[in-house]
């Protein structure tokens, strides 16, 4: 048996989240004409929030797995892909950045590096039709180096 | 009678060009959502929402196009489950047990068969089951006050997680955190920002279909990873139709009206979705009629009883969701999220003022039954042929649609961001064995737990005794303690050495 470590900084986390919910639930005033005022619900919600993380630190279950080889890499590799998408959606352009990111993607799920590339451009150039021609929702063309 | 009345609107909304249209798109890509392992019917849903939701499609259309989805899903679970044992989402998990030995023993296409008729059953029997009592639902909550709401809320989060498998600690923790989350932005009453921390793009909170797609579609793409699903290239049997003689259909069609029944039930009751209605439609069949023990040898009636279940279920699910607001699972969570950023107010009201919704809903449901069942007959060796469809294609397909579909709506980088942060959060919470449907519940229905919670005690001037002083609302509450002692015994006992009773799981 594993002892539970994971659940108990989890319960942690969410002990510290439920106090400094009470805490700055407390300076929101009550308003005139309103018995209760906007801090009540939220310190009505820290309460079991609190008592249920104290009962993941007191009482957890056994650790999962959290690294499994050779999975992490690929979800490092993912997540960057996520971060990196947002930033570079606009300064790219759409069809670019989507067809990057899914190559990127492809080819962490295990397509060669060929496939990775055709389907890049395929769902990149697919989706742009897609939105942006056929249903009509505007998204960004050509790459604009103005940042 | 003016249920009938009703109806005939409903079929006049249903009936228009462009909701024709959408119901037999919503089929399409639902069978397929379905069938394909690794999209299941959240998942599916919550990436079409912001596309529906940005197309700017009249409120019907919209709830109609994501609801032929959820059915055509639990159609199209059962394809992968027969062809590659591999359930294609979690309700086909049961059909699993039958289907694929029955494919095996070279019976593939009266399995395919026999499992679309059950779907049909189930799912049409469901939609009349709606019919006939959500009004009555509606009739008994219209009395409700807000302390009754706020006691119905606090039943709804009790028991979303069900009574099976999760932790119930962790569910609540869960629905408290989703709650909390939901309070971040601008008091709606007050005007006071809580918890924005001065970051101006929160002011409106956490948009809860942001939070729906990152929590689901995003957390699947990187849970998938680990599991090493990265490669199926899957060898599926060359079925061209399907097709059975009507004698091994009617040999199976008790086992699909009892199935309907339980998976109806299952439905309706809060906390248990079509997972739990094909769980419980085939243990009590092969109860009632496995006389040969030919369950889980590729017996029909075992292919049947969790069909119609799961379908019934998924059906039954509706009721509680249109007539209170409160979604007894996963999926109708993400269909009210789609009502609430619609700008409908769900719940009881719901059938007087938008009955161009509810009744065109139902009646598009009546409509998409008929259509997947066609669908499913002739034209599933296409739906077949999908299932090669490697995950590296997919998933990369499943992450640019999300984030195009969030995109579209507000054209902000920060709710991209958003997303990715909630499906980071997703994963960590699935590793850690705490459900993620209570989170989305709690963003979802927080404000309005809140605002019946203070219109309450506004009435009482403060005093908190008028939560407890209806006989309803009591009652509510006595329901709710009553489920969270059955849920924490379950757990007790699940929790034993095993040996020390027999899993009724895994007979």
């Keep these: 048996m594993t002892n539970g470590l994971s659940d108990r900084v989890a319960g942690a986390v969410l002990l510290a989240l439920a106090v400094a919910f009470w805490v700055a639930a407390g300076q929101y005033a009550v308003t005139f004409g309103d018995p209760v005022g906007p801090a009540a619900f939220p310190k009505l919600v820290a309460v079991p929030l609190g008592l249920f993380s104290l009962y993941l630190i007191f009482r957890p279950d056994p650790d999962p797995r959290w690294f499994v080889w050779p999975g992490v890499v690929g979800q490092a590799a993912t997540l960057a892909v996520l971060v990196l998408y947002p930033l570079l959606l606009e300064p790219l352009g759409f069809p670019l950045a989507t067809a990057l990111a899914s190559a990127v993607l492809a080819r962490v799920l295990g397509a060669a590096w060929l496939a990775a590339l055709v389907l890049g451009v395929a769902v990149g150039g697919g989706l742009f039709l897609v939105f942006d021609s056929v249903l009509g929702l505007p998204l960004p063309l050509a790459p604009s180096f103005s940042f | ?507």
């Excluded at chain 2, 069949?285 to 023990?293: F, P």
């Design chain 2, 1 to 507: 009678m003016e249920t009938l009345g009703f109806l005939a609107h409903g079929f006049a909304v249903a009936f228009t060009p462009l909701n024709i249209v959408l119901a037999l798109i919503g089929c399409f890509l639902g069978t397929i959502i379905g069938a394909l392992p690794g999209l299941g019917p959240v998942n599916g849903v919550a990436i079409l929402i912001p596309v529906a939701f940005s197309l700017q499609l009249a409120p019907a259309s919209a709830l109609i196009l994501l609801s032929c989805v959820y059915y055509g899903c639990m159609y199209g679970g059962r394809i992968s489950s027969i062809m590659l044992n591999i359930p294609g989402d979690e309700p086909a998990m049961m059909t699993c047990l039958d289907g694929y030995p029955m494919a095996q023993k070279g019976k593939a296409p009266e399995a395919l068969a026999i499992s679309a008729i059950a779907s049909f059953v189930g799912a049409i029997l469901a939609t009349i089951g709606l019919v006939l009592f959500a009004p009555l639902l509606v009739r008994f909550a219209i009395h409700f006050g807000p302390a009754e709401y706020f006691a119905l809320y606090v039943l709804a989060f009790a028991t979303i997680g069900g009574i099976t498998g999760t932790n119930p600690a962790k569910t609540l923790l869960a629905a408290a955190l989703g709650l909390a989350l939901g309070t971040v932005g601008i008091d709606p009453q007050s005007g006071v920002p809580r918890f924005t921390f001065g970051v101006f793009e929160l002011f409106d909170g956490f948009d809860a279909i942001v939070a729906i797609v990152g929590l689901f579609a995003i957390s699947e793409v990187l849970v998938l990873l680990e599991e090493g699903h990265g490669g199926i290239s899957a060898r599926a049997v060359r079925v061209s139709r399907a097709f059975a003689q009507g004698r091994e259909i009617a040999a199976s069609a008790g086992a699909m009206l009892r199935g309907s029944v339980i998976g109806f039930v299952a439905g309706v009751l809060p906390g248990a979705g079509a997972s739990l209605g094909s769980f419980l439609a085939y243990t009590m069949e092969k109860r009632y009629s496995d006389r040969r023990g030919t369950f889980g040898k590729g017996d029909p009636r075992g292919v049947a009883a969790p069909e119609a279940g799961n379908n019934a279920a998924a059906g039954g699910a509706l009721v509680p969701m249109l007539s209170l607001g409160v979604p007894g699972s996963g999926t109708t969570a993400v269909l009210l999220a789609l009502l609430i950023s619609l700008n409908i107010t769900p719940g009881p009201l719901l059938f007087q003022k938008e009955p161009d919704v509810v009744w065109g809903l139902i009646a598009s449901l009546f409509f998409a039954n008929f259509v997947l069942i066609a669908m499913n007959l002739p034209l599933v060796g296409l739906f077949t042929r999908m299932l090669a469809i490697p995950m590296w294609a997919l998933m990369p397909f499943v992450v640019m649609v999300s984030f195009v579909g969030i995109y579209s709506i507000s054209h902000s980088p920060f709710d991209l961001f958003m997303m990715v942060l909630f499906g980071v959060l997703g994963y960590v919470l699935r590793k850690l064995a705490i459900p993620v449907v209570p989170v989305v519940l709690g963003l979802l229905l927080g404000a309005d737990m809140e605002s019946n919670f203070r219109r309450a005690l506004s009435i009482s001037g403060g005093d908190y005794a008028i939560l407890f002083q209806s006989g309803i609302a009591i009652g509510l509450y006595v329901l709710t303690l009553l489920f969270l002692a059955l849920a924490v015994f379950l757990g007790m006992r699940e929790r034993r050495p095993p040996g020390a009773e027999p899993e009724p799981a895994h007979d």
